[in-house]
């Protein structure tokens, strides 16, 4: 109610002066809030072509064009914010994420890189965990497990940081690390069902079965699943046979 009471005065403003700069960005901000990215589109892109150079309208645009499946226009005026304002992290970061998605690894590599390298920008742990992501696609797991330690420094307890690099050190055979990294995320979120599973994986791959039973029993009554009652079933045959 409150977005469209604004939107309501900002355009009673605007059709008597349609240049006013600052009512365009606040209206932009309207048409964002009520879920109306076309919208918001066409009001930041007036003022994107009155001012070219405000790096948050563009910033703006480029994540309506991204949301409206608009991805090269993304790019292309996240690129812009970026050359306008190289410490804008949420710019770097949202257009990796589309390079990504268009399997454009190297230029998503090279984006997050850029802003890791930035003194202006903040030691963020997500652009640790995009680069990793990049390399457990490419099937890098040195790569992945390295910018994934990096990420659980800066965030030990976020689930899905913490759990993807317990996948990679099983993976690489690693187990005495595995549960150091699943434990701070368990003190965290006892209830956290991909946690709980993942301790379960450690358990049944050390062959601990009752206990890796114990975990995935505990995983799949939180959140069930028809793959977490398949891996209960084998674990619990595994278990009964010792």
Excluded: W
């Excluded at 109610?1 to 939107?7: F, G, L, P, R, S």
């Excluded at 879920?35 to 994540?63: E, R």
């Amino acid at each position: 109610a409150d977005a469209d009471e604004a939107k309501a005065k900002l355009e009673k403003i605007l059709a008597d002066d349609s240049n006013n700069i600052e009512a365009l960005k606040n209206l932009g901000l309207c048409e964002v809030n009520l879920d109306n990215p076309i919208d918001a589109i066409k009001v930041f892109k007036k003022v994107t072509d009155l001012d070219n150079n405000d790096a948050t309208s563009l910033f703006y645009l480029a994540n309506c064009y991204n949301r409206t499946g608009q991805k090269e226009f993304a790019i292309e005026n996240f690129k812009k914010v970026i050359e306008l304002r190289p410490n804008y992290a949420d710019a770097h970061k949202t257009l990796a994420m589309i390079y990504i998605e268009f399997t454009q690894y190297q230029e998503a590599v090279d984006i997050v890189k850029k802003a890791i390298d930035n003194p202006d920008i903040e030691n963020d742990y997500s652009l640790y965990y995009i680069l990793a992501t990049v390399y457990m696609l490419e099937k890098d797991t040195v790569a992945a497990t390295k910018n994934l330690e990096l990420a659980n420094s800066l965030n030990p307890t976020h689930s899905q940081i913490a759990n993807s690099l317990a996948v990679c050190y099983m993976n690489s055979g690693l187990f005495e690390k595995v549960l150091p990294v699943l434990d701070a995320v368990y003190e965290a979120d006892k209830n956290d069902s991909l946690t709980l599973y993942n301790y379960g994986v450690y358990y049944q791959t050390t062959e601990d079965f009752k206990k890796a039973l114990e975990y995935f029993q505990t995983a799949y009554e939180i959140e069930p699943s028809a793959t977490m009652l398949s891996t209960l079933a084998n674990c619990a045959f595994k278990a009964n046979e010792l």
